[in-house]
């Protein structure tokens, strides 16, 4: 039976490209049968990279097998993952959040979780020489992670060993990290086609604050304008879709790539004294400026108050 690797719920490119990442090393240097897939639609982003790179979508998936073998990557949250997942036969957790708990395991099994920007940087440090192997494709799929979880390096996740992979791989591919990174962005941005619920789910994450459920949703882009025009229908569309994910409600940070700050849509008051509690500012109107508000990991969600 192969196994399944897979990230989190609302693939972004990072849940989209480790996947692919880790299961070319099972398959082709451990020597054990594997696949990727996703939980949902990748972004616009990710949809870049499996193009640029040739790489063959990922089948979707919606839950898993009592006993299927799997590998997690890039989440350690039950929330994020199949429903039946603790059913699964998990094999190991490549990541870099914070432990969240909650997942129960067979067996012991291999967990690395290291303060990194990317799950693709950690499946290199994995490989060792092996990930000199790596075809180009391969290589491209980590360079394009780790180049969107750290924003080009401007989120302050980044760390030097991060960059310092990032530019091997360039090198190694003959790419130019800032026009290849403009492409990448630039994909990213033109959320044209997606509906105002589509863009609240996109990348998001669940999180509570003592009783209060929140979706927290980023969206990354170098046109916040793009998004910001449909500010009132998105304001409007996020009653109904907290009522159908069972959230309180759900939180909006359109962040400026370029301008390295975070724009908080504010539709009611219990946003407005999440903004002013969780980073000090003064909300007047239905939006706030968050300046060198980058990472919902760690600027936005462990700061957040009700």
């Known amino acids: 039976m192969n196994t399944q690797?897979?990230?989190?719920?609302?693939?972004?490119?990072?849940?989209?490209?480790?996947?692919?990442?880790?299961?070319?090393?099972?398959?082709?240097?451990?020597?054990?049968?594997?696949?990727?897939?996703?939980?949902?639609?990748?972004?616009?982003?990710?949809?870049?990279?499996?193009?640029?790179?040739?790489?063959?979508?990922?089948?979707?998936?919606?839950?898993?097998?009592?006993?299927?073998?799997?590998?997690?990557?890039?989440?350690?949250?039950?929330?994020?993952?199949?429903?039946?997942?603790?059913?699964?036969?998990?094999?190991?957790?490549?990541?870099?959040?914070?432990?969240?708990?909650?997942?129960?395991?067979?067996?012991?099994?291999h967990i690395t979780i290291r303060q990194l920007a990317c799950t693709a940087t950690i499946m290199i440090d994995l490989m060792g020489e092996d990930a000199?192997?790596?075809?180009?494709?391969?290589?491209?799929?980590?360079?394009?992670?780790?180049?969107?979880?750290?924003?080009?390096?401007?989120?302050?996740?980044?760390?030097?060993?991060?960059?310092?992979?990032?530019?091997?791989?360039?090198?190694?591919?003959?790419?130019?990290?800032?026009?290849?990174?403009?492409?990448?962005?630039a994909a990213k941005s033109d959320v044209s086609s997606f509906s105002d619920a589509e863009l609240l789910r996109m990348d998001s994450k669940e999180y509570a604050v003592d009783d209060t459920k929140f979706r927290v949703s980023v969206l990354e882009t170098t046109a916040p304008g793009v998004v910001l025009d449909r500010k009132a229908s998105l304001m409007e569309t996020m009653t109904s879709v907290a009522t159908e994910d069972g959230v309180d409600q759900v939180l909006l940070f359109v962040v400026d790539i370029l301008n390295e700050e975070a724009t908080l849509l504010v539709p009611n008051d219990l946003v407005k004294g999440v903004a002013e509690k969780s980073f000090g500012t003064s909300v007047n109107g239905d939006a706030v400026v968050l300046p060198g508000i980058m990472s919902r990991k760690k600027q936005i969600i462990p700061n957040l108050k009700v």
């Open 5 to 109: 690797v897979f990230g989190h719920k609302s693939p972004d490119t990072d849940s989209t490209g480790s996947p692919i990442v880790w299961a070319w090393y099972l398959n082709e240097v451990k020597g054990v049968p594997a696949k990727p897939v996703l939980l949902g639609e990748p972004n616009t982003e990710a949809a870049f990279m499996l193009e640029r790179w040739n790489l063959e979508k990922p089948a979707i998936i919606t839950d898993i097998a009592d006993g299927q073998p799997c590998v997690i990557v890039d989440t350690n949250n039950p929330a994020e993952l199949p429903d039946n997942i603790n059913g699964a036969d998990i094999q190991a957790i490549i990541d870099h959040h914070a432990l969240v708990g909650g997942l129960k395991t067979k067996g012991p099994i």
């Open 132 to 185: 000199a192997k790596m075809p180009d494709a391969i290589k491209g799929a980590a360079l394009t992670c780790i180049l969107s979880d750290t924003l080009e390096f401007r989120s302050p996740t980044t760390t030097d060993h991060d960059r310092a992979v990032a530019e091997k791989l360039a090198a190694d591919l003959g790419i130019d990290i800032a026009a290849y990174a403009a492409d990448m962005f």
